[in-house]
């Protein structure tokens, strides 16, 4: 079973592999990844908020369960281009309940592949632009939070330090493995460059 796993599960400071096989186990789990981020009621999910050290995420910008038709898959993105700057509010569904503006580029071009392997190269402007910024970030192992000015910073980090202490409790009550395990687990699965099937991964 997949889950949104919150900071500081070390998987969201993973740097993930390329994706070096489109395979059923991929496609079972990005629908999870659906199911799960529409049960969040987020917009966008990076493969390693699941655990997932790969280089893929998801985007429905609607939210909407009932408009699949805006679901969108990139494996292995690159953003090639990158314009002008604009500041926004994001959210994280690592970070429950915790907002703040960040610094974007306004219009980005990005190429990926999506799930039947074929390339995309779009040109994405507003919500989709920062939300493809958003979430390969995470692809990199980097945070929103890490891309707030240093007052905006310091005004949520009660928050963080909320949300750290809430995952550390749950790794304590044994929810989590121990950082040392998820590691390596991380790293086994990395190595492959494909989602293992289910009942592989733990
Ligand atoms: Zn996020």
């Known amino acids: 079973m997949l889950r949104i796993v919150p900071y500081p599960h070390p998987a969201l400071r993973y740097e993930s592999r390329p994706i070096a096989t489109i395979n059923d186990a991929l496609r079972a789990r990005v629908r999870e990844m659906f199911d799960l981020m529409y049960a969040a009621k987020g917009i966008g999910l990076a493969a390693n908020q699941v655990g997932l050290p790969l280089r893929f995420f998801i985007l429905n910008l609607s939210?909407?369960?009932?408009?699949p038709e805006e679901e969108v898959v990139f494996l292995n993105p690159e953003i090639v281009k990158r314009h002008a700057s604009i500041e926004g509010e994001e959210g994280c569904l690592?970070?429950?309940?915790?907002?703040?503006?960040?610094?974007?580029a306004r219009k980005v071009r990005v190429q990926a592949f999506n799930l039947e392997g074929q390339p995309i190269d779009i040109e994405a402007h507003d919500l989709f632009s920062r939300a493809i910024q958003h979430e390969l970030d995470h692809l990199d192992g980097?945070?929103?939070?890490?891309r707030l000015t240093p007052d905006l910073r310091d005004k949520v980090e009660t928050k963080v330090r909320t949300i750290e202490s809430g995952f550390r409790k749950a790794q304590a009550a044994g929810e989590y493995p121990s950082d040392a395990e998820i590691l390596r687990e991380l790293g086994a699965i990395a190595a492959t460059g494909a989602v293992p099937s289910v009942g592989e991964a733990s």
């Open 142 to 146: 980097n945070l929103f939070i890490d």
């Open 94 to 104: 690592s970070f429950p309940g915790l907002y703040s503006q960040v610094q974007r």
């Open 63 to 67: 939210a909407d369960p009932g408009k």
